[in-house]
């Protein structure tokens, strides 16, 4: 043994030297004899370690704390005594019982002819532990990737790239083996998304910029690649995973196109409504046209069977409106328009168009409301018209005797205010079976048929409008004992939105007014030869000398020949309609008021038409909308 000293060290220095090593080492020691394996030698820090009183651990057979059989631990001992391994790791046990990881150079030394096994113990069980951990966590990560075929990659500085593919992985760059070159990986690609991954990558890990991508594949796969800059003892690093989202993409594509068809199938729903409006209304439009100007010619002496006849021909066009409002809230088509108004004046209003119909029956119809005229709100006026006009023709259909009462009050809630409407009759009650079906479509009938006609679309067209305004409607009925409705709707401030009550007011017709004391030259273009004749009739009665052409052509050359004070242009015209008719007309006489006249009603129809024409009249024309419509044309100015 040599320490720096050339002068050897006596046998009786060496041991001495060695004894003091041995006992004064920090590190476990044990000294084992090989023939018996009985520990002859243990240093305090072993005793300290295995926790067994010196006296007992030194004598004590080897087998007591390693754990392996007598047959393993023998094997591996004439392994160390024949320098074949000088490393072991062992599990032993503690005084305590306690197991401990343990790492064990174990190597031979002869003494006196005698062999003994020298071994330095270390305890390893934390680092065993947390390479468990380690090696679970990366298992636990490995099987994930397999399951979810997730790639997981590394790009170092110099450009090396590692990368972790899924099990059984298709793809022929899996099988090079790392690591790879970053051109070899951009390569993985399709062209079009190779640029944008390199740029990407390397923005991350020079810039520390995220890296969350979709690319395509050079197989045309869909592929998420997400990425962080990492920075640690290892230097820094561009880490991340990808994921083919191929079948994602393909079922929101999927999902993409089922909206679409939707769509295109409300689209053509819609327009069916709109086409089967209007063929439907045009001929009935034209025939209560006649029956009205036939009655209304006739005065007091018109035939009781030509007044039926009117009622129906009416009663089939409101059925036809009904449909068609319930069609449109199915395909969510019927829009809600806010309007500035007043809850007494619209009550009021409702109140006076019921009142004669109420009154030839002996019921009385009251409003109570508590309301001024002055107070406004900020709700879809139209609609609640529609919905109260439906709760009281109801109520004056079904009550023979006694009162109506129409209800009307504000009141504040936790999101602002609400309007509230209550319509009570005593009328003939609805039963209680009958109660929970109201509001669905047609179950109304099954009560109607019991008592008098109808379609029993209304009270489902107003439940679904009460809806869609956020509102709520109830009913309290009790046979023969009435019944009483309850409508409550959310509305706004006034303010809100602009006030239309400013506008003049709207004259009457009477038999005997004209608009101005010169008669008017109005060109009229409609192709039906019914609607022809009532638009003709209607406008004569008023003064006025009346020019019809059957289409759109006809009232351009029309135009183009003579001047008119106002022309009314049927919006569906065969070889021209109305609304190219009206651009060319505006051309050749810019300022001609121009009327669009259309059995299409629907709120996104006024708006297109009002976009081209001036006015907007609904089939069948009346004489009271047609005064309004010359009034308004006499008040504009001349340009």
């Not at 007091?300 to 030509?306: K, V």
């Not at 638009?535 to 029309?558: D, P």
Request: aromatic share 6%; glycine share 8%; proline share 5%.
């Amino acid at each position: 043994m040599i320490w720096g000293d050339p002068a050897p060290l006596s046998p009786i220095d060496e041991a001495t030297l060695f004894r003091n090593l041995f006992r004064q080492a920090g590190t476990v020691m044990l000294l084992i004899d090989f023939d018996t394996g009985h520990i002859v030698g243990a240093n305090p820090a072993a005793v300290r370690f295995y926790g067994y009183p010196a006296e007992e651990l030194q004598g004590m057979h080897i087998s007591r704390i390693n754990i392996l059989p007598p047959e393993i631990i023998r094997q591996r001992m004439e392994e160390a005594r024949a320098r074949q391994r000088g490393y072991f790791v062992f599990r032993h046990r503690l005084a305590s019982g306690e197991l401990r990881d343990v790492a064990v150079y174990s190597g031979p030394v002869v003494v006196r002819a005698r062999t003994f096994l020298y071994s330095v113990v270390h305890d390893i069980t934390e680092e065993v532990r947390l390479r468990r951990e380690r090696e679970s966590l990366a298992k636990r990560l490995r099987l994930a990737m397999d399951v979810g075929r997730v790639v997981a990659w590394e790009l170092h500085e110099d450009g090396r790239m590692y990368v972790t593919w899924p099990k059984d992985s298709v793809y022929p760059l899996a099988q090079r083996g790392n690591p790879l070159g970053l051109e070899e990986v951009v390569e993985w690609f399709a062209a079009p998304s190779q640029a944008a991954f390199a740029a990407a990558v390397q923005d991350c890990l020079l810039y520390g910029h995220p890296l969350n991508l979709e690319l395509r594949d050079c197989d045309g796969r869909w592929v998420h690649v997400a990425g962080l800059r990492m920075e640690d003892g290892d230097g820094i690093r561009a880490v991340g995973v990808a994921h083919d989202i191929t079948a994602i993409k393909t079922q929101a594509e999927t999902e993409r196109l089922r909206r679409k068809e939707a769509e295109s199938a409300a689209r053509a729903k819609d327009e069916f409504l709109r086409f089967l409006s209007h063929e439907l209304r045009t001929p009935l439009s034209g025939l209560a046209g006649l029956l009205r100007m036939l009655c209304d010619g006739a005065g007091e002496t018109c035939d009781g069977r030509l007044l039926q006849a009117r009622e129906r021909a009416e009663s089939m066009l409101r059925l036809l409106s009904d449909a068609l409002d319930l069609c449109r809230l199915d395909v969510g088509q019927m829009p809600l328009v806010d309007e500035a108004f007043s809850p007494l004046v619209l009550c009021e209003s409702q109140v006076m168009l019921f009142g004669p119909q109420a009154e030839a029956k002996g019921v009385d119809l009251r409003l109570v409301c508590g309301l001024p005229s002055s107070r406004l709100v900020a709700a879809p006026k139209a609609r609640l018209e529609q919905i109260l006009s439906n709760l009281l023709s109801n109520a004056v259909k079904f009550t023979d005797h006694g009162e109506i009462v129409l209800t009307c009050v504000l009141h504040g809630t936790e999101d602002g205010e609400a309007l509230a409407f209550t319509v009570q009759d005593t009328g003939c009650g609805i039963p209680p079976e009958l109660q929970a079906r109201l509001f669905e479509p047609y179950a109304q009938g099954i009560l109607e048929t019991k008592l008098a006609r109808g379609s029993g679309l209304g009270l489902s067209i107003i439940h679904a409008l009460v809806q869609r305004m956020g509102g709520t409607i109830t009913v309290e009925s009790e046979v023969n004992g009435g019944t009483t409705f309850r409508v409550a709707v959310p509305v706004r401030p006034a303010a809100q939105v602009e006030s239309d009550l400013q506008e003049s007011p709207q004259p009457r017709f009477e038999e005997t007014s004209c608009v101005g004391s010169d008669s008017w030259h109005i060109l009229v273009a409609e192709d039906d030869p019914v609607n022809q004749m009532v638009a003709r009739a209607l406008l004569e009665r008023l003064g006025h000398r009346v020019e019809v052409v059957s289409n759109g052509a006809e009232a351009v050359a029309a135009v183009t020949r003579q001047r008119f004070h106002v022309a009314l242009l049927d919006v569906s015209m065969p070889q021209l309609d109305g609304l190219e008719a009206a651009r060319r007309i505006r051309q050749i006489q810019p300022s001609l008021p121009l009327v669009a006249v259309s059995a299409f009603t629907s709120a996104d129809d006024q708006q297109r038409f009002a976009a081209v024409m001036d006015f907007v009249l609904a089939k069948p024309l009346s004489c009271d909308a047609l005064v309004q419509v010359f009034a308004q044309v006499a008040s504009r100015p001349v340009a």
